[in-house]
């Protein structure tokens, strides 16, 4: 079954709002949750790792107050993206650590988020 | 250095062939090698793993084949279904697996 539910799958905003996706993983108390972002046709780019109860890691390059990200719970990140624009518009898909060592990642489902 | 590079970007099989997908990396620090597989508008989900210190690893239909000197590794789908057209992507990750590294990924389409 399922081990990381995302929601919503889909969503259209207008340029200016901000959107956020939940992200919650539904086997494991996960201290570490990890955002990707992948444009058409493309492969997944990390953008940072949730770390539950403290600030989040961004990777070189993310705009960390436009991609905000918050790990309030050992089951639940959420990554708002800020004053959308056109260019925000991507497939953005969270994913968990099934366990410790060199266990698998188990991804969501990805939100397409639209931005018009 | 921390560049996983994939082949080939698309991949025509005619059903019951071998498909089969490459991907070479530099980092000797890698230390897991998993394959995803991805459907259009949902997130990858885990196929097959390896670690380093094995040079073939078996599940059903697919097979990892790992050269560790070449740093190269390949996924093997024996008997291509056309319910496994999708987008693999390899991946590798050191110590521990919190950061993946991906391949470019390669479109797969089984055709009847």
């Known amino acids: 079954g399922a081990v990381v539910s995302q929601h919503p799958s889909r969503v259209i905003c207008k340029s200016g709002t901000s959107v956020k996706i939940e992200c919650r993983s539904l086997d494991f108390q996960a201290t570490t949750m990890f955002w990707y972002r992948q444009f058409p046709k493309q492969s997944l780019m990390l953008m940072a790792t949730?770390?539950?109860?403290?600030?989040?890691?961004?990777e070189q390059g993310v705009e960390k107050d436009k991609f905000l990200i918050n790990h309030a719970s050992l089951t639940l990140s959420t990554l708002t993206v800020t004053s959308a624009h056109p260019e925000d518009s991507s497939f953005y898909i969270c994913?968990?650590?099934?366990?410790?060592?060199?266990?698998?990642?188990?991804f969501g489902n990805g939100t397409r988020l639209t931005v018009t | 250095q921390q560049q996983v590079k994939q082949s080939p970007q698309s991949l025509i099989v005619q059903k019951g062939g071998i498909s089969i997908i490459n991907c070479a990396y530099e980092n000797t620090a890698f230390d897991y090698f998993p394959w995803y597989q991805q459907f259009p508008g949902k997130g990858p989900a885990l196929l097959i793993a390896?670690?380093?210190?094995?040079s073939e690893k078996k599940e059903g239909r697919f097979t990892i084949s790992f050269n560790k000197s070449a740093k190269q590794f390949s996924l093997h789908i024996m008997d291509s279904q056309p319910g496994d057209s999708a987008t693999y992507f390899c991946?590798?990750?050191?110590?521990?697996?919190?950061?993946?590294?991906f391949g470019t990924g390669t479109q797969l389409k089984v055709e009847l």
């Open positions: 949730s770390n539950e109860g403290s600030k989040a890691t961004y």
């Open positions: 991946a590798a990750t050191t110590g521990g697996g919190n950061k993946l590294t």
């Open positions: 390896i670690r380093p210190d094995v």
């Open positions: 994913s968990i650590k099934g366990g410790v060592g060199n266990s698998p990642l188990h």
